[in-house]
Nanobody, 125 residues
């Protein structure tokens, strides 16, 4: 199972980007999925999660109100719409899948077991 992220790039502060995540070799329709990010020299941190049905979402305080996580199980794709981007959003963004199906969106990082390779988002001021 491999998760493939696309959609990163270099933008100006205030711009928008949409990241996509597609699992290669497996479906994810029964798993909670999430986005994490890692800035240069910092630890990887949680950004947002969405449960298997898409009805429950959870965001870090730093992105709440600016980012929207969504999924289309029929298309086997998860998204992260990022609006009003700030320089501090600069990071590598990772798509990740929980270890067990039907997990809660508030579970910690140790409950995630399949990670993508990451996509770079760079926001300049």
């Amino acid at each position: 199972v491999q998760l493939v992220e696309t959609g990163g790039g270099q933008v100006q502060a205030g711009d928008s980007l949409r990241l996509s995540c597609v699992p290669s070799g497996s479906t994810f329709s029964t798993y909670t999925m999430a986005w994490f990010r890692q800035a240069p020299g910092k630890e990887r941190v949680f950004v947002a999660a969405i449960n298997w049905s898409g009805r429950s979402t959870y965001y870090s305080d730093s992105v709440k109100g600016r980012f929207t996580i969504s999924r289309d199980n029929a298309e086997n794709t998860m998204y992260l719409q990022m609006n009003t981007l700030k320089p501090e959003d600069t990071a590598v963004y990772y798509c990740v899948k929980q270890i067990r199906p039907f997990g809660d969106v508030r579970l910690g990082p140790n409950q995630y077991g399949t990670w993508g390779q990451g996509t770079q988002v760079t926001v300049s001021s």
